[in-house]
């Protein structure tokens, strides 16, 4: 089972945001965050595709899910219009948002050009 991100989970392991103003991941791992919501059809259906991608890159990445409804105030700080949303957090650098139930391929290639790129280039 993916995490479930709540407002202090975030603030900890993604993001403080009441003490930083710029950008600061705070997190070990490159991270995936599943904007999603329990009524959504297409959040269901990318729902495996996270918990499949969460286990093979395990070691990686690690993929959070933050539900819309609950975390009202996070999803109003992303801009969150339309669900699913993924956000893509890499160790360095801004992260990057996708809309959408994707396809696996096409996750598997954001997660190695965002994610993991400069991860492969410093081993």
């Known amino acids: 089972m993916l995490e479930h991100l709540t407002k ?9 945001y009441e003490q930083h103003n710029e950008w600061k991941y705070e997190g070990e791992l490159p991270c995936i965050i599943d904007f999603y919501a329990d009524w959504c059809g297409p959040c269901k259906m990318v729902a495996p595709v996270l918990e ?9 990445i690690v993929i959070y899910k933050l539900d819309t409804e609950k ?9 969150i219009q339309s669900i699913p ?10 992260p990057q948002m996708a809309m959408g139930a994707l396809p696996k391929e096409t996750l598997k290639k954001v ?10 280039e410093t081993q």
């Open 111 to 120: 997660i190695e050009d965002v994610l993991l790129h400069d991860h492969k």
């Open 52 to 60: 499949e991608l969460a286990q093979e890159y395990k070691d990686d």
């Open 71 to 79: 975390e009202q105030e996070l999803a109003g700080a992303f801009g």
């Open 8 to 16: 202090e989970t975030f603030l900890q392991k993604v993001f403080n």
């Open 85 to 94: 949303s993924l956000l893509f957090v890499p160790k360095e650098g801004q």
